[in-house]
């Protein structure tokens, strides 16, 4: 088993920045990936937003937040850093951390969730 811990989540006015960290406890060993996902209302899908392969730092990310968000990784500590810039109104949505397993081809293990808020 996996836990998994957001932080970092508030409110923030159009053109600011934030940054989420999750860390991550348990069997990190087996870790390939993380990433973090969101989603805009209760029952709405939950979208992917950016992810990184635990070994080699490789990052992925939706279209949406190219050049505008970061993730990276801390392997040492099992965490993983979402760094958001100029953030807009439509990134307004809970956040949640996750993390694929080797061996696995789904994202197995969530955190709680953090609100992001970014008004206009």
């Known amino acids: 088993q996996v836990q998994l811990v957001e932080s970092g989540g508030g409110s923030v006015q159009a053109g600011g920045s934030l940054r989420l960290s999750c860390a991550a406890s348990g069997r990190t060993d087996r870790t390939a990936a993380m990433g973090w996902f969101r989603q805009a209302a209760p029952g709405k899908e939950r979208k992917f937003v950016a992810a990184i392969t635990w070994s080699d730092g490789i990052t992925y990310y939706t279209d949406s937040v190219k050049g505008r968000f970061t993730i990276s990784r801390d392997n040492t500590k099992n965490t993983v850093d979402l760094q958001m810039n100029s953030l807009k109104p439509e990134d307004t949505a809970v956040y949640y951390c996750?993390?694929?397993?080797?061996?696995?081809?789904?994202?197995?293990?969530w955190g709680q969730g953090t609100q992001v808020t970014v008004s206009s």
């Open positions: 996750s993390t694929r397993v080797t061996g696995s081809s789904t994202y197995d293990y």
